[in-house]
């Protein structure tokens, strides 16, 4: 079974960047759509950016200007540079296929921005 190990979440003030890794266990990394997902406490999880096998990126309207989605193929890893962070993006941040894979739920990353 591929595991995802997200990485890189902390404490940061509004206004301040971070860079979320996720590490893939999975042969078949490079031709896989990936992407970025937050639960923020009370709320369901929602999408915040895909990235498909090509390069090609979307991102969800709050996030769109500040969050880049990125991958490196050579290291399995994906990658969601934050930058121009607000206090409404402090959630629980997970990586998993897109669309997602029920299995394939880490323990994901928390990302906490204060005021």
């Known amino acids: 079974q591929v595991q995802l190990v997200e990485s890189g979440g902390g404490l940061v003030q509004a206004g301040g960047s971070l860079r979320l890794s996720c590490a893939t266990s999975?042969?078949?990394?490079?031709?896989?759509?990936m992407g970025w997902y937050r639960q923020a406490p009370g709320k369901q999880r929602d999408l915040v950016a895909f990235i498909i096998a090509s390069g090609n990126t979307n991102y969800g309207d709050s996030v769109k200007g500040r969050f880049t989605i990125s991958r490196d193929n050579a290291k399995n890893t994906l990658y969601l540079q934050m930058n121009s962070l607000k206090v409404e993006d402090t959630a629980v941040y997970y990586c998993n296929y897109y669309p997602p894979a029920v299995r394939s739920w880490g323990q994901g990353t928390q990302v906490t921005v204060s005021s």
């Open positions: 999975g042969s078949n990394f490079s031709n896989r759509a």
